[in-house]
């Protein structure tokens, strides 16, 4: 071996054993991506990488894809096209850049992504995070590699959880993954390809990781899953459990102040978890609960399994169980076959409801789904003009329930410090950013804040009390009977 040879290798190996690799991880989409990301980090760092920031030093780039919004692929594709030129100037310095897709967008294209695009040397779907220190030793080898099978092994067993450190690093809130996968179909989505049959999480392994994720100081817990509210896992018992045994379970775990659950669907809250809602002071008083349409004959044709009275039914029943609930919702517009009539009832169930806040998107067709086939599609300028008249509708009841805050008091969870000094950012028990001034000890309690002003996203106000609540001082979040 010539001295320049000798010299390279003396590199490689200095950068293996003594140097920690640098890992970029970009996370498209939603939550859950977010949370497989930092699973995808946990286990990494803890087999000799160390994350960065940004993509132009990193020895290892994950692209953590969601199929979810329109031109997915293509937007991964190009993005793609950038990493290619970190790569070749990567291997001008002698060094070797891996490229990973992640996420739903490689589960559905697979193999596909290695001939569209030669960079990449990993393709790995959503189920088989834990195999990725194997799949990287194979690529150090000279291989490339595509995995998404199914696997048997649950990866959860595998995923390495989060250090004390990486967990007080990413703040006081966290999520945790309880389900994964849906069974509903709808019509539209592309989940149930990408993402599989439900699964659940068994309960006592979801209470270990919050559990440790509250001795690290999170406070609040947001309970994430395609379709959350499907969960199915194991009980302690050997039984199976619903989402509202799940919550009551968690109620009780020192230190967790508040609880969240998202996205849940429909026709999936039982009697049990309003009763959750009813009886858990820690479950806060805000439902993400997509409704998609107003239209009977829509919800129909995108096999929703609900009508419009249904969903208000539930809404009522809600209400009742927890009378300061506020909902918000996702909505499709221009979904195939959407008559004017149709979408009147659209418009007509976000001013019976009086949603919160709510997310809506002109409809746009998903490759192998039933809905992408239909060949009564609607205009794109009539969907345009229609997700304009609902984006104000909706603009409407969210600006009316802001509003509708200024003057009350709210329990805040303080999260960080603010823009100005000496301010601190907190979250009000319905999601909305919370600005105040006072000490940065704040952040990780609760306190009450009266609203003073109400700004566009954010709301304004004064501590009330300067007695927080202690974490560990709390006894378990119940107000009532239930579980
Ligand atoms: S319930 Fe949600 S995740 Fe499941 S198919 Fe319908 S829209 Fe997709």
Do not use: W
């Amino acid at each position: 071996m010539g001295r320049a040879g000798r010299s390279r290798r003396f590199c490689k190996i200095f950068r293996n054993s003594k140097s920690l690799r640098k890992l970029h991880v970009k996370s498209y989409g939603c939550q859950m991506n977010v949370y497989d990301s930092h699973r995808m980090i946990d286990l990494l760092t803890r087999n000799s990488y160390a994350e960065i920031a940004a993509p132009e030093d990193a020895d290892l780039i994950i692209l953590n894809t969601c199929h979810i919004r329109e031109k997915a692929a293509e937007k991964v594709y190009s993005e793609l096209g950038r990493i290619r030129m970190l790569k070749r100037k990567a291997a001008l310095g002698g060094h070797k850049l891996i490229v990973a897709v992640a996420g739903c967008v490689a589960q559905a294209e697979g193999e596909e992504i290695l001939r569209r695009a030669p960079v990449v040397d990993i393709v790995i779907g959503p189920q088989n995070y834990h195999r990725l220190p194997a799949l990287l030793a194979q690529v150090e080898s000279g291989a490339k590699v595509v995995d998404t099978e199914f696997p048997v092994e649950d990866k959860f067993d595998h995923l390495a959880p989060a250090t004390a450190m990486a967990i007080r690093a990413r703040g006081v809130t966290a999520f945790v993954t309880v389900q994964e996968g849906c069974d509903k179909f709808c019509t539209f989505c592309v989940v149930p390809y990408t993402r599989g049959a439900e699964v659940s999480r068994p309960v006592a392994k979801i209470v270990a990781e919050v559990e440790g994720l509250a001795r690290a100081g999170v406070r609040e817990i947001t309970l994430i899953g395609q379709n959350v509210n499907a969960y199915h896992g194991e009980a302690e018992n050997g039984r199976p459990a619903t989402l509202g045994h799940l919550l009551f379970s968690l109620a009780g775990a020192p230190g967790v102040l508040r609880l969240r659950y998202t996205t849940s669907h429909p026709r999936d809250m039982d009697d049990n978890l309003i009763a959750a809602h009813r009886d858990l002071a820690a479950l806060m008083p805000q439902l993400h609960l997509p409704v998609q349409s107003g239209s009977d004959r829509i919800l129909a044709a995108m096999n929703r399994r609900h009508t419009r009275a249904e969903y208000l039914d539930l809404i009522a029943r809600l209400r009742i169980a927890r009378p300061d609930m506020a909902f918000t919702s996702d909505f499709i517009v221009g979904f195939p076959g959407e008559t004017e009539e149709d979408f009147a009832d659209t418009l007509r169930i976000v001013d019976e409801v009086g949603y919160a806040g709510a997310f809506s998107f002109k409809y746009s067709p998903r490759p192998g789904t039933p809905a992408a086939d239909r060949d009564d599609q609607v205009a794109d300028e009539v969907k345009t003009e229609r997700l304009a008249r609902l984006q104000d509708c909706i603009d409407r009841h969210h600006s009316a329930f802001n509003r509708n805050c200024a003057g009350q008091s709210f329990e805040v969870l303080f999260e960080k410090p603010g823009r100005l000094p000496g301010q601190v950012v907190g979250r009000s028990p319905y999601l909305q950013p919370v600005q105040v001034m006072g000490p940065s000890s704040l952040i990780g309690e609760i306190a009450t804040v009266r609203i003073t002003g109400v700004g566009s996203n954010s709301l304004f106000g004064a501590l009330r009390s300067v007695e927080v609540q202690e974490a560990d001082d709390q006894e378990p979040a119940l107000t009532g009977t239930g579980g």
